[in-house]
């Protein structure tokens, strides 16, 4: 069974330039997350879907950050502009339904603002 | 609120020793606990997992028991390889906060030939 996907996996922008990250989670799992890692650290929650709806978008920049999960499935998440911060990894995670399921995580986009 | 701390790193082993990567949290209620391993250039993988207490999770030499008595979630491999070297997370998924994973802030390990 084919994991969590997401694309690109390393991004290379100017600072002010818009980026936009896709992810397709795991068939079946109706929750989504996107998560953003600093250098260093551990992940940080952005966003959590409960099949379309955003449950938890406490953690997410809206002055510069979307988010969307249409039909329920794939995901995207944007960011305009950019700002140097804006540098990390940003990881998609899914996991069967709210509560004490597995998450699992995908590969990662890896974001430099330059 | 929930949190989990780890010990700091770079851990820095000779191959074949004993591994232990301390970690202790903060939480109110049950919650389960994870351990995550990221290879370099690589995203996270789930490791292990435990959801009560006493319980004990392993995977690939690995293990963790759930301590409730001392809110810890230790990391321990008996013989380490040099493709053990990774960044190692603790997380802890609380029952008041559904679908929000906690992490740790990493421990590098590098196991030396």
């Known amino acids: 069974e084919a994991g969590v996907v997401q694309s690109p996996r390393y991004k290379i922008i100017e600072k002010k330039q818009p980026v936009a990250f896709w992810c397709n989670p795991i068939s079946g799992h109706n929750t989504l997350y996107w998560y953003r890692q600093n250098l260093g650290q551990g992940p940080e929650l952005l966003i959590r879907y409960e099949n379309e709806e955003a449950v938890d978008d406490s953690q997410l920049p809206k002055d510069r950050f979307s988010a969307e999960r249409l039909k329920g499935v794939d995901s995207t998440l944007k960011i305009q502009p950019a700002e140097l911060g804006d540098s990390a990894v940003y990881l998609c995670a899914s996991s069967l339904e709210e509560g004490r399921n597995t998450i699992y995580f995908g590969e990662g986009s890896w974001l430099t603002v330059v | 609120g929930n949190s989990v701390t780890q010990m700091e790193g770079p851990v820095t082993l000779s191959e074949e020793a004993f591994l232990t990567i301390n970690c202790t949290y903060t939480?109110?209620?049950?919650?389960?606990l994870f351990w995550y391993v990221q290879y370099p250039g690589e995203g996270l993988q789930l490791l292990l997992k435990?959801?009560?207490?006493?319980d004990k999770g392993s995977n690939k030499g690995f293990e963790a028991t759930y301590r409730k008595e001392t809110t810890s979630f230790h990391l321990e491999k008996g013989s380490v390889q040099v493709s053990d070297s990774a960044v190692y997370f603790c997380?802890?998924?609380?029952?008041?906060?559904?679908?929000?994973?906690?992490f740790g802030q990493g421990t590098t390990l590098q196991v030396k030939p």
């Open positions: 435990a959801t009560k207490a006493d």
């Open positions: 939480a109110t209620g049950y919650p389960s």
């Open positions: 997380a802890l998924h609380g029952s008041s906060n559904t679908g929000k994973l906690i």
